[in-house]
């Protein structure tokens, strides 16, 4: 998947507006493999892919 990339489909699920995408998403396991159709450039594109881990963001400390 690249930047620019329009997401479509995660293994079957259509994806239609940024909470859908994320649902498909969550779906998966990581280390899991998946299918995902984008359009690149105008042109509809089939990716197998190996689902990643995401990656973990520090929280701040909270105010004391």
Known sequence: ??????LV???G?????S????????ALKP???ATVR???SGKKLELA???G???LVPRPAPDE
């Open 38 to 40: 984008v359009i690149r």
């Open 1 to 6: 998947i690249r930047p620019g990339d329009i």
């Open 13 to 17: 699920t259509t994806v239609t507006d």
């Open 53 to 55: 881990r995401r990656p």
């Open 49 to 51: 892919i190996t689902v």
């Open 31 to 33: 280390g899991s493999s």
């Open 9 to 11: 489909d995660v293994s």
């Open 19 to 26: 909470s859908s995408m994320l649902n498909a998403v969550a």
